[in-house]
């Protein structure tokens, strides 16, 4: 078929732990069946079910974005083996296996079957990041029942979304079948391991760029506020949070200063600032020095809003070493997971994080709290 691999079992690759995850979930129809229901709830907003529930669209919106990323990150890494894989499927083999597929393709035709990374064509950065937006504007039209629009956005994406799970089923089904994966897949120990990549190939190349993007946005204390607004209301059962789209977004700026902060400690980055922020601050330490001016100058803000307070003196003194304890892989694995938690918790009444371990609590809350103020002093202390 396509590619063998003596450890099947295994399944290292992300986009092939993906694909167990993704269907032991639910069937290849099922999948397929919730898509045509998600499309037309939004093409039909006048059936969108009262009571349905705000983390079950945001598990939703998750695994797409994992679909995504996972299949663009599939075909990079193809793409960069392709002297050395043979990744394609000639008529004989269809002729010879087809009967044992429990599935009728109906989205793939049968040359692209006979080429599958052909399917994945499509995947460039812009298109992942225009689909991602789209998904993201799918999801809004769940958490705001008042903001409904034109539902023919959404074709493309549903289109491609369903050529994506045939193709996802066909990989995965082989790899169980022992005939699917010739290549040595990636060697565990990377971020992908742990979740899809977020950042752009420039910000990969220089993770300070999303650290500083990240603080641009929004001082250091507003993001300590909205953290522990996000904590305490995941915590509280009675506790609920308003606004979905702020809160999902906030998680995902944390997932991605997650792999940013990962790549630096992986890579013992040094900080070079390579931004000119204004013609009177040509660093970020000096831009940020320069809105804590102004805003004390003015009186209508407060400076420790930029200032670090949390960490011990050995932590302040060495951000680095002490980040490299926090970011390993299986604690990362453990953040990720607990943040859904987190979502999950905040977006239901009723349910609370209280009852987790501590490590995907208060540990968690508090790790979160000097993650933030390490990443700042990198940039700006």
Known sequence: ????????????????????????????????????????LITNPQHFIKNRIHADAFIIYQLYIELLDNSFQFRQHFEAAQSSVDFNMNAVFFKNYEHHFTYQFQY?????????????????EETLSAYKNVLCEWLDQFLNRDKINQGNIFFPLYYQLRRLIELSWLFYNNTLDNTAIEQALPAPGKFEDTCPLLLSSEQQLDPYLEVESFFNGASLGYYRYELRNWFKTAINEDMEVENHSNLIYFHNQLIQLLHAGYLIVANQLEY???????????????????????????????????????????EMANPLFYLKQILSLKRIAEIRDGL?????????????IATMEADYVINLYQELEKLLEMLFLLVAG
């Open 272 to 314: 070079e600032s390579k931004t000119t922020y204004s013609s009177t601050a040509e660093t970020f330490k000096d831009w940020v020095n320069k809105i804590k001016k102004e805003k004390i100058d003015e009186g209508n803000g407060i400076p420790g809003s930029y200032d670090v307070y949390l960490l011990s003196e050995a």
């Open 108 to 124: 793939i035709n049968q040359e692209e079957l006979a080429n599958p990374l052909s399917v994945l064509n499509f995947l460039t």
């Open 1 to 40: 078929m396509i590619m063998k691999n003596d450890n099947l079992n295994n399944l290292q690759g992300s986009y092939f732990v993906f694909c167990k995850k993704f269907f032991e979930m639910r069937t290849i129809d099922n999948h397929l069946l919730l898509l045509d229901e998600l499309i037309w």
């Open 340 to 352: 859904q938690e987190w979502i999950y918790c905040a977006f239901n009444r009723n349910s609370s």
